[in-house]
């Protein structure tokens, strides 16, 4: 044997050596490998239930959406039910005046303006002289006018708007430019 190299005996505890530093190495990896492999089956149920969780609330969203345009108007109708009332009672008089069927009818007006506007539904009748909104009335003619131009004259029919959205706008005459 030659100096400085190793004997058989120091060669195979060597072999010996890197085989438990292999096996060693293999159980960490595998060890490793099996906490990856439950992390990702923890992580795909985990995806699973979030996947349903959402098609449940959209599912639930739809719902209440459909239920919400069925019932919107219930409100609504509830508020006129008094009016249609009214109407009829009215209209069950057989010998009433005409001045009890202006009285009725002024009555009944009245009770449908406030229907309308506890559900939002708001008058827009400018004064003449208002300034001409195209978001809110639409011009039928221009008439010469001692008023500034593009100012409302006279409103032929009152609009009105929901929620501050234009139901109808109303229709006005405007002022010509001179």
Do not use: C, W
């Not at 990856?36 to 639930?60: F, G, I, M, P």
């Not at 009818?105 to 009245?110: F, I, N, P, S």
């Not at 009770?111 to 939002?120: G, M, T, Y």
């Not at 029919?157 to 001179?178: E, F, W």
Request: glycine share 2%; hydrophobic share 45%.
């Amino acid at each position: 044997m030659l100096q400085g190299e190793p004997s058989p005996e120091e060669l195979e505890a060597a072999h010996a050596a890197n085989e438990a530093e292999a096996l060693d190495a293999l159980a960490v990896a595998q060890a490793e490998l099996a906490a990856l492999q439950a992390k990702n089956a923890e992580l795909a149920d985990q995806y699973l239930r979030a996947q349903a969780d959402v098609q449940n609330a959209r599912r639930r969203a739809d719902e209440e959406v459909s239920k919400a345009r069925k019932f919107a108007v219930e409100a609504f109708a509830e508020s006129l039910l008094p009016v249609t009332d009214s109407l009829e009672a009215g209209l069950a008089v057989k010998d009433a005046t005409p001045e009890q069927i202006r009285e009725g009818a002024e009555a009944t007006l009245r009770q449908l303006k406030s229907a309308l506007e506890r559900n939002k539904v708001i008058e827009v009748a400018p004064a003449p002289g208002t300034k001409f909104d195209p978001h809110q009335h639409q011009a039928i003619s221009m008439v010469p006018a001692d008023q500034e131009p593009n100012t409302v004259v006279s409103v032929l029919q009152k609009g009105y708007t929901i929620n501050d959205r234009v139901l109808r706008p109303a229709l006005v005459t405007v002022s010509a430019p001179k």
